[in-house]
T-cell receptor, first 114, second 112 residues
Framework: AQTVTQSQPEMSVQEAETVTLSCTYDTSESDYYLFWYKQPPSRQMILVIRQEAYKQQNATENRFSVNFQKAAKSFSLKISDSQLGDAAMYFCAYRSANGQNFVFGPGTRLSVLP | NAGVTQTPKFQVLKTGQSMTLQCAQDMNHEYMSWYRQDPGMGLRLIHYSVGAGITDQGEVPNGYNVSRSTTEDFPLRLLSAAPSQTSVYFC???????????FGSGTRLTVV
């Protein structure tokens, strides 16, 4: 079974600085999808970014980008120019290409300091 | 607004009581799932459905039932509530293999 690990339970960053959240996963599959979700205090789960494993190019969405290292099974999230609204729990998630469901990591709580 | 609607947002139950968490989506998504979120454990899959009339168990199905009579609705039933079922519950839907889930706003359930 696949597992997703987020080794940083909590992190903090100064407003306008850059922060990187780490995620590693364990799988024997070659084709899969990876996601980062944000959960602010409102509890709503919001999709931040996604990556197909067969693509070598790292996904970017505005201030959010990933560093996808397939051989190392690593999928880190970089947030540039951090804003107060970025404060949230961040979850890394895995889904196999032919699977129906996601496997989530335990989450990283990000604080943004003014 | 289009999306996934969950009700209620908060609920307190006594041990042994039963209840149904409602979930509805208006995006015509085939796939729907129920997750529970517990501190330090991320989200764990309870049950899922790939279409009307088709459901299957996830990682933690014990104590829960689901049905999918229509594409839009996917209720989760707690048969006899236990304190171990105290959690935040999320319903989610998606279409296609590539896309991420759209989540509802969650239900915080406390069993006393």
């Amino acid at each position: 079974a696949q597992t997703v690990t987020q080794s940083q339970p909590e992190m903090s960053v100064q407003e306008a600085e850059t922060v990187t959240l780490s995620c590693t996963y364990d799988t024997s599959e070659s084709d899969y999808y990876l996601f980062w979700y944000k959960q602010p205090p409102s509890r709503q789960m919001i999709l931040v970014i996604r990556q197909e494993a067969y693509k070598q190019q790292n996904a970017t969405e505005n201030r959010f980008s990933v560093n996808f290292q397939k051989a190392a099974k690593s999928f880190s999230l970089k947030i540039s120019d951090s804003q107060l609204g970025d404060a949230a729990m961040y979850f890394c998630a895995y889904r196999s290409a032919n699977g129906q469901n996601f496997v989530f990591g335990p989450g990283t709580r990000l604080s943004v300091l003014p | 607004n289009a999306g996934v609607t969950q009700t209620p947002k908060f609920q307190v139950l006594k041990t042994g009581q039963s209840m149904t968490l409602q979930c509805a989506q208006d995006m015509n998504h085939e796939y729907m799932s129920w997750y529970r979120q517990d501190p330090g454990m991320g989200l764990r899959l309870i049950h899922y459905s790939v279409g009307a009339g088709i459901t299957d168990q996830g990682e933690v199905p014990n104590g829960y039932n689901v049905s999918r009579s229509t594409t839009e609705d996917f209720p989760l039933r707690l048969l006899s509530a236990a304190p171990s079922q105290t959690s935040v519950y999320f319903c989610a839907s998606r279409t296609g293999l590539f896309y991420g889930y759209t989540f509802g706003s969650g239900t915080r359930l406390t069993v006393v």
